[in-house]
């Protein structure tokens, strides 16, 4: 479905670059809650909050700015992100996806992380330390209106938590 990538960029760009489980799902289909808190927002110009308290996350978030903010179809938007991994990510580090258009559920997979994140030009293994990220993504026209929901969740490959983020997104009629 071509009008959730920009969605899936979003979140992985963020989640990744710096560096969202959905509704109780963990990865691996597993039936962990996941307590999501809209509350913690993401530093920065955009609609990311964090699933729970990232103070435990191997990713800690500096700052994710989208422009246009909120991204609009037709745009191209620019995510700039920056933060700091507390210890290497591998290959085998998966992210548990879900994009939601209104109740109706569009994505809901889980993924190697290592092989999504070559979408946001970068690759495994990320090395602990700091990261800086910048990416344009072309947005489609074709996005359709409405109430978009997205939530990674992101775990190494030995299940801890990288970060867990969630994005409200409502794209308007021209």
């Known amino acids: 479905m071509r009008f959730t990538t920009p969605l899936v960029s979003l979140v ?34 955009n609609p990311l909050c964090f699933c729970d308290d990232p ?19 037709g745009a191209t938007l620019t995510i700039a992100a920056s933060g700091t991994l507390k210890q290497d990510v ?39 330390g700091a990261l800086t990220f910048t990416k344009d993504v072309n947005l489609p026209r074709e996005i359709p209106p ?3 929901t997205v939530l990674a969740d992101v775990l190494s490959k030995d299940g801890k938590k990288i970060t867990c983020l969630t994005a409200k997104v409502n794209f308007t009629r021209g």
Do not use: M, W
């Open 90 to 128: 591998e290959d085998g580090a998966k992210v548990h996806l879900r994009v939601k258009y209104g109740l109706i559920t569009l994505i809901n997979q889980d993924a190697n992380l290592c092989e999504q994140i070559k979408n946001v030009d970068l690759q495994c293994p990320l090395k602990a």
């Open 12 to 45: 992985l760009a963020s989640a990744v670059a710096a560096n969202q489980p959905f509704l109780g799902l963990g990865l691996g289909g597993s039936s962990s809650q996941v307590h999501l808190n809209e509350d913690i927002e993401v530093p920065g110009d």
């Open 55 to 73: 103070s435990r996350d191997i990713l800690k978030i500096d700052q994710v700015d989208l422009f246009p903010n909120p991204p609009q179809p």
């Open 146 to 148: 409405g109430h978009y």
